[in-house]
């Protein structure tokens, strides 16, 4: 699965977690790793053997957990939650994140087959500035918790904009462990 991720000028990663929800039958005959623009490969998990019963995969992998893979071949999905990789994402902090991102998922076993439902790739950057799309100085002012005063967008007013915050869904397991919308 190629993802194509946008470059942020000047920006460098400092973080990536990479989300995997997998339909399959037989959850160990699977593996898969990810490879970033400039051809490194990091593998996510190998096969896991004592799973083989097991269905599905629900699952972040992200330096920052607790511990590896596990599986618990009685429930779906059998593997589920936040694991570390087989080895650390963070050989790719410092590096730009634009470019195309490979994601390969293997099936190393005959007879069962599945599907990729979703690949997320989170990324954490540092040194990037996503800009107003206009030349003109930007300021503002923090008139509230949830308001700011905007001047410079466009030559007839100030604009103000606020926001209010709603939590969608907290899960402690998962890579998103509370998902807000504003």
Not at 46 to 57: D, P, S, W, Y
Not at 120 to 134: C, D, E, M, N, Y
Not at 149 to 161: I, M, Q
Not at 164 to 178: G, V
């Amino acid at each position: 699965f190629i993802i194509p991720v946008g470059q942020i000028k000047g920006s460098t990663i400092t973080d990536l977690d990479v989300y995997m929800d997998i339909s399959h039958d037989r959850i160990s005959d699977i593996a898969a790793n990810i490879t970033s623009p400039d051809g490194v490969t990091v593998p996510l998990f190998l096969q896991q053997a004592a799973c083989n019963t097991g269905k599905n995969l629900m699952a972040s992998f992200d330096d920052g957990a607790v511990g590896p893979i596990s599986c618990e071949a009685s429930v779906v999905p059998a593997i589920s939650g936040r694991f570390k990789p087989h080895n650390p994402l963070s050989i790719f902090n410092g590096k730009p994140m634009g470019g195309n991102w490979l994601v390969t998922v293997y099936d190393l076993s005959n007879g069962v087959g599945g599907k990729v439902n979703n690949i997320h790739l989170i990324f954490k950057q540092s040194g990037g500035v996503v800009r107003f799309p206009t030349l003109k100085p930007i300021t503002f002012i923090n008139t509230s918790d949830n308001e700011y005063v905007v001047t410079g967008l466009d030559d007839c007013s100030n604009a103000t904009l606020s926001y209010t915050d709603s939590l969608i869904r907290q899960d402690c397991q998962d890579i998103y462990s509370k998902v807000i919308k504003r």
